[in-house]
């Protein structure tokens, strides 16, 4: 079964400095990688999604990559701001049909002004 | 833009007794899942369903968990005799192509 792992489990930033987000995963055979963002309470707003056949998508000051055969995943969030402050997932899509995704326990990020 | 949506955002019940949540997916995505996810743990698979039957379920789905898709806009999950571990928020999800999109949830508590 596929087990997603995300570290750190919290990080605390200071205003307008870059970080990094990783997840790792332990099954290489993924059809698709997501990456979400979560505010307490709320739903899940999709950020990137990277296929397998791809390195690294970028949205804004967001970019994800995807290195399948170490099995794992970084979003870099440039120039952060304290509007980014949420509980950042990664979820692992399964090969075949359905696409299921497995979900890390998520970064949560606190951005301070 | 399209979005899913979920209905209701907060539903408490009774143990024992039976819910539906109902979800309506953007309307030209083909597959549809539920997840749900405890206070303080991940979000977990629960089923997904296309062409009107599922397609995969988890170990979690079991016999008191049933869905429906009862008309061409509704998705429901039903749990007939909810339990004090029910307690969870209930994610809808639809995809057309491969990425997921979520609607905001039903926090589903039991006492």
Known sequence: KQEVTQIPAALSVPEGENLVLNCSFTDSAIYNLQWFRQDPGKGLTSLLLIQSSQREQTSGRLNASLDKSSGRSTLYIAASQPGDSATYLCAVGRSGTGNQFYFGTGTSLTVIP | ?111
Request: hydrophobic share 30%; glycine share 6%; aromatic share 14%.
């Open chain 2, 1 to 111: 833009e399209p979005e899913v949506t979920q209905t209701p955002s907060h539903q408490v019940t009774q143990m024992g007794q039976e819910v539906i949540l109902r979800c309506v997916p953007i309307s030209n995505h083909l597959y549809f899942y539920w997840y749900r996810q405890i206070l303080g743990q991940k979000v977990e698979f629960l089923v997904s369903f296309y062409n009107n039957e599922i397609s995969e379920k988890s170990e979690i789905f079991d016999d008191q968990f049933s869905v429906e898709r009862p008309d061409g806009s509704n998705f429901t999950l039903k749990i007939r005799s909810t339990k004090l571990e029910d307690s969870a928020m209930y994610f809808c999800a639809s995809i057309r192509g491969v990425e997921q999109y979520f609607g905001p949830g039903t926090r589903l508590t039991v006492t």
